[in-house]
């Protein structure tokens, strides 16, 4: 079992940054796929970014590109997703999500946080 804890969610004007934090807990992540995903009111869930634990490979949305930073710390067990250049339209409920086999990408993750709050308005 994989428990994942985000944080570091909240209200931010266009243009400012916020760092996401994942923790997570309860088994070993060395060929783990972490992602993070977000959902706006009244849209689906769409991917973000993904990093892949054992070589940090970072893929990105297209959306996201050159304004967002998937990173880890393995001796924390802990992702980041910094966010940048924030704009009104990427305000949205974000989640992060694991795949312990290492197959997963852009669908298909295991485990999934509770989901914060990032609010930016303009």
């Known amino acids: 079992q994989v428990q994942l804890v985000e944080s570091g969610g909240g209200l931010v004007q266009a243009g400012g940054s916020l760092r996401l934090s994942c923790a997570a807990s309860?088994?070993?992540?060395?060929?783990?796929?972490m992602g993070w995903f977000r959902q706006a009111p009244g849209k689906e869930r769409e991917f973000v970014a993904a990093?892949?634990?054992?070589?940090?490979?970072?893929y990105y949305a297209d959306s996201v590109k050159g304004r967002f930073t998937i990173s880890r710390d393995n001796a924390k067990n802990t992702v980041y997703l910094q966010m940048n250049s924030l704009k009104p339209e990427d305000t949205a409920v974000y989640y992060c999500?694991?795949?312990?086999?290492?197959?997963?990408?852009?669908?298909?993750?295991?485990?999934w946080g509770q989901g914060t709050q990032v609010t930016v308005s303009s």
């Open positions: 999500a694991a795949d312990p086999s290492g197959l997963a990408l852009y669908i298909g993750y295991r485990y």
């Open positions: 309860g088994r070993t992540f060395s060929n783990s796929v």
């Open positions: 990093i892949r634990w054992n070589n940090g490979v970072t």
